[in-house]
């Protein structure tokens, strides 16, 4: 049992590791997204006629695609995030697991006919 709580460890630590990659790499397109949409949109505000309330709702409506991408980009962070977060927990509780089992093990009888 020691064995597989360590083994699970493991796995856990190497799973965090790579998302901690992966969340990096999410990270920068979700900014690269957001820059991209504040572009689209004051481009497309600054190149329309008309009132500042209908420029406003042209490039809302223009633009609604590439927000629609940030938005993407913004919950793909937040589930790597959370992922990060179950897997945190589930390292703490396989190293509870892995304290109780040495504790188990040191009060088992060493030697000593039962």
């Avoid at 504040?38 to 309330?53: D, I, M, P, Q, W």
């Avoid at 809302?60 to 991408?69: K, M, S, W």
């Amino acid at each position: 049992m020691s064995t597989d709580i360590v083994s699970e460890l493991s796995s856990i630590g190497r799973e965090l590791n790579e998302l901690s990659y992966e969340i990096a790499r999410l990270d920068r397109a979700a900014v690269y997204a957001r820059g991209e949409y504040r572009k689209a949109y004051a481009r497309k505000f600054l190149s329309t006629e008309g009132s500042v309330e209908t420029r406003k709702q042209v490039a809302t409506l223009d633009v609604e695609d590439q927000l629609l991408e940030a938005e993407i980009a913004d919950q793909l962070v937040r589930a790597a995030r959370e992922r990060i977060r179950v897997l945190r927990d589930r390292l703490e509780i396989g190293r509870s697991l892995n304290a109780a089992r040495r504790a188990e093990f040191a009060a088992e009888p060493v030697g000593q006919p039962a």
